[in-house]
């Protein structure tokens, strides 16, 4: 089992920042990658950015690209995901995600969630 805690969303302007953070605990020396998603009221889950475990190489999705980073602090078992140059588009609960395995489909198959945090950009 991995237990994973996200903190740090909250309510900001529009072209502001937030710094994510989400903590793992458990088998965390089976982690493979990690991965960021949002859920905005009445809309599907989305896939926000991915981060490998072993060498912190990072993908994102192109509606956050350039303005958001993901990193990962080993010392800590931590994942964080920067938020820059806010837009009220951004509104959403914000989950990490964790997968064991290499799964193909890095914006989709991952075993262990967080519960989520919610972020909330004014205009």
């Known amino acids: 089992q991995v237990q994973l805690v996200e903190s740090g969303g909250g309510l900001v302007q529009a072209g502001g920042s937030l710094r994510l953070s989400c903590v793992a605990s458990?088998?965390?020396?089976?982690?493979?990658?990690m991965g960021w998603f949002r859920q905005a009221p009445g809309k599907e889950r989305e896939f926000v950015a991915v981060?490998?475990?072993?060498?912190?190489?990072?993908y994102y999705a192109d509606s956050v690209k350039g303005r958001f980073t993901s990193s990962r602090d080993n010392h800590k078992n931590t994942v964080y995901l920067q938020m820059n140059s806010l837009k009220p588009e951004d509104t959403a609960v914000y989950y990490c995600?964790?997968?064991?395995?290499?799964?193909?489909?890095?914006?989709?198959?991952?075993?262990?969630w967080g519960q989520g945090t919610q972020v909330t950009v004014s205009s």
């Open positions: 458990g088998r965390i020396f089976s982690i493979y990658r």
């Open positions: 981060i490998r475990w072993s060498d912190s190489s990072t």
């Open positions: 995600a964790a997968a064991l395995y290499s799964y193909i489909d890095y914006e989709k198959n991952y075993d262990f």
